[in-house]
Every structure is written in structure tokens, then in C-alpha cells.
């Protein structure tokens, strides 16, 4: 297949994150974060809303500057060399950003061209995706006439073209029905697979209590616990927890506190 591409090296962390800081009009939005994900791992980035997640990831994915900090993507500072971290890089947001004038195909055919993938390869990765996506029928048909879930398929498709090595998802599954949901989540569970990094933010923690490998929890910026689900059982005091018991236990005494 196209989209199975090799691990680029397991021995280089796909991303690492040291005291990155964000504030916004004197209002701290994030605290000197220290995060490490591995080449390979799904993620998931987990917190309350203003936590600081989405502006987290803007600042990996270039589209947000840093205060201060390091920001490394499979060992490309992308801090100093952003162009060559973003070449590397995903970045799906919430809310799905398309051309709604041009179909699925347009569109797929107009990012390659921005990431400058060859035409040849660009046109075999998009009829793939599309595929994938159960979107070929509607590959003619403009986006401005398409579902939020549909939208949000073809903007998923969107960030895949360029074989990106770490895809970065803000709440993917929004709009979806459960069929679209499982199809997406068999996708992001196959890139891992195939060696490449996710970083997921999900409000639905069944999502990433299934999916993820191991779990960051932000709170207020900082980084309040990491591990795989049974490591924050343990750092939460609770052996047989649901993630949704381990989160809550984990943010409520900085709730209270605040």
C-alpha cells in the first residue's frame, strides 16, 4: 500500500518539548511544558477545557510562536528550522478548514502541490485516501455541499497526503457517526502501525483510554501526570479506575486550588 510507509527510527523521539511557555495578553496559557512522545506512539493529550492543549499543538505545528522553550520533531528544531519541521508535520484542527469551491480531489491535488509531492505520487496517495475514507463516490462533488463528517474526512485526508511523521488531531472525531468514527480510528491505529507518531486531544476519554498508548493530562499549562493507563491508575491511587476516574482525580486538587 501507498500509506504504509517504514519507521523512520525508533531511536529518535518523534517529538520532545522542554519549558514551553505561552501567555496571552499577560494570561499564561502555557507553563513551561515538558512533554516527550516516541516515534510510533499514539498519544493522546488529554485536559479541561483552557488547559492549554489546541495551543500546544498550534505551537508544534508552527502556526503559533513561542514565548520560550524547545520544540523538537524527530530531532528538527522547529523552533529555528521551521520549514523543515512542518514538512515533517500534521496539523488537523478542530474545525475542518477547506476550498469549499473545489472537490475532494482538487483540493487533495492543491496540498500535495503546497507540500510539493510529485504529481504522479500525489494523485496515487489522494485516490487511496479518498478510498480509505469511503469518499471516492463524492470525489467530483464540491465540499461546499458535504457534511461536517464528510468535511472532516476530507480535511483528515488533507493532512495525509504529504506522509507526514507526526500527524497532530484536535478532537477528530467530531461530527462523525460511529461507522465514519471506527473507520477514522482504524486509520490513525494503522499510521502507528506503519511507524508514524499521533498526538490526539479527545474530550470522549473512551477514545483514548482504547487507542492510546500512553496519555499526557495537562492542567493550567503544565503537565500533571504521563504514563500509559495503568501508570496514572497507580499516580491517581486507583488500581481498577476508568481514565474518566483517573482524569478527574488528577485535575481536581489544581481545580480546587484555583
Known amino acids: 500500500m501507498i500509506l504504509s510507509p517504514t519507521n523512520p527510527g525508533a531511536e529518535?523521539?518523534?517529538l520532545e518539548l522542554r519549558a514551553l511557555r505561552k501567555?496571552?495578553?499577560?494570561?499564561v496559557a502555557v507553563n513551561g511544558l515538558d512533554l516527550g512522545v516516541r516515534a510510533g506512539e499514539f498519544f493522546a493529550l488529554l485536559g479541561p477545557?483552557?488547559?492549554g492543549k489546541t495551543t500546544t499543538l498550534r505551537m508544534i505545528a508552527g502556526l503559533l510562536p513561542a514565548d520560550s522553550g524547545e520544540i523538537s520533531i524527530f530531532g528538527v528544531d522547529a523552533r529555528r528550522q521551521s520549514i523543515d519541521a512542518k514538512r515533517i508535520t500534521a496539523w488537523l484542527p478542530d474545525e475542518p478548514m477547506l476550498y469549499d469551491k473545489l472537490d475532494p480531489l482538487e483540493y487533495l491535488e492543491f496540498v500535495a502541490g503546497l507540500w510539493g509531492v510529485e504529481p504522479e505520487t500525489a494523485r496515487a496517495r489522494a485516490n487511496?485516501?479518498?478510498e480509505m475514507l469511503e469518499l471516492w463516490k463524492h470525489r467530483h462533488e464540491r465540499c461546499e455541499g458535504f457534511s461536517r463528517g464528510m468535511k472532516q474526512k476530507?480535511?483528515?485526508a488533507g493532512a495525509l497526503i504529504h506522509d507526514p511523521l507526526l500527524l497532530m488531531l484536535d478532537e477528530p472525531l467530531t461530527g462523525l457517526d460511529a461507522a465514519a468514527a471506527r473507520l477514522v480510528k482504524d486509520i490513525l491505529v494503522e499510521r502507528t502501525r506503519a511507524g508514524r507518531s499521533i498526538i490526539?486531544?479527545?474530550?470522549?476519554?473512551e477514545v483514548a483510554e482504547?487507542?492510546?498508548d500512553r496519555i499526557g493530562i495537562i492542567h493550567h499549562g503544565r503537565l500533571v501526570a504521563m504514563g500509559t493507563l495503568d501508570e496514572l491508575r497507580?499516580?491517581?491511587?486507583g488500581a481498577h479506575s476508568t481514565l474518566e476516574d483517573v482524569f478527574l482525580e488528577l485535575t481536581r486538587p489544581t481545580e480546587k486550588a484555583a
Open 12 to 14: 529518535t523521539p518523534a
Open 200 to 205: 490526539l486531544t479527545t474530550h470522549i476519554l
Open 49 to 51: 477545557n483552557g488547559a
Open 210 to 212: 482504547r487507542l492510546a
Open 128 to 130: 487511496e485516501l479518498l
Open 234 to 237: 497507580a499516580a491517581a491511587g
Open 154 to 156: 476530507v480535511a483528515l
Open 23 to 27: 501567555t496571552f495578553g499577560g494570561s
